[in-house]
């Protein structure tokens, strides 16, 4: 059902919302609330302001002076790889956890689904932060190097711990879990830096966000900031795991 619902997002059919009525996506109200300014409008005078889908409204391309990159040659600053929400950072991170009982740990084999490269990561940092529908909805490398792995995992959607109780936020409360579970993208980046060595960004979708797409492939270099993908419509998350002792300090906002 939801990549029916994805398809028909991505269809010039959908673009029927955006329309500047008073309940339109490109209303003035709706504008101020997603900061339309600061994004690429593909044709003012066009319908729909060039936007070919709902989707491509979506994840629509900011500019690039709304997102400048902090110290793009300095390999030992790491940026954030979206513009989300802090959710949480654990350290010591086990090879294997309970995640179903009591509290949400994170779980090396089963976020990776069993993925040899998880014992590179065991005793490390997890950085998790997530987006909502005002973000923009695209991620990037929060490093530079290769692109060593890349691995899509089909998995579950809606899904939320029942030990969180009741969650009016679209599943926000349950993201550790849910890094575990749902549908999810992991792309392994091995740094240009031996310090860093290899780090891991889990792009996982929340709610009805089933679709992720991924823009790198295998062995393809990247710079700091360069683009890795996309979340289609609705809530997201995304985790970055760090080898042992890699991480000294987090800036947080």
């Known amino acids: 059902i939801l990549k029916a619902w994805c398809i028909y997002l991505d269809s010039p059919q959908s673009t029927s919302v955006l329309h500047t009525n008073e309940n339109g996506w490109l209303s003035p109200s709706s504008c101020a609330r997603h900061n339309l300014d600061e994004y690429l409008i593909p044709d003012l005078s066009a319908p729909h302001l060039g936007f070919e889908s709902f989707n491509a409204f979506f994840h629509r391309q900011i500019k690039s002076e709304y997102r400048p990159i902090d110290e793009p040659e300095n390999p030992r600053v790491v940026v954030s790889p979206n513009d989300g929400t802090l959710y949480k950072v654990a350290q010591d991170i086990k090879r294997t956890d309970r995640f179903w009982i009591k509290s949400q740990p994170y779980s090396l084999e089963h976020m990776l689904a069993g993925d040899p490269l998880a014992q590179r990561f065991q005793g490390g940092t997890v950085f998790q932060s997530f987006l909502d529908g005002r973000n923009y ?11 060593r792995k890349i691995e899509a995992i089909e998995g579950l959607m ?25 549908t999810r ?11 860093i060595g290899m780090i891991c960004l889990i792009a996982v ?3 009805e966000v089933s679709s992720i797409s991924l823009l790198p492939q295998v062995g393809q270099t990247v710079k700091k900031g360069d683009e890795i993908g996309r979340f289609s419509y609705g809530g997201s998350s995304t985790c970055l795991l760090f080898e042992p002792g890699v991480i000294r300090e987090f800036t947080i906002d």
């Open 205 to 207: 979708g929340i709610s």
């Open 185 to 195: 993208s992991l792309v392994f980046i091995e740094s240009d830096d031996p310090a």
């Open 137 to 147: 909805h695209r991620f990037w490398s929060p490093i530079a190097g290769t692109i």
């Open 158 to 182: 809606f899904s939320n711990t029942e030990s969180m109780g009741e969650d009016l936020t679209a599943g926000t409360y349950s993201q550790a879990y849910m890094a575990c579970v749902n």
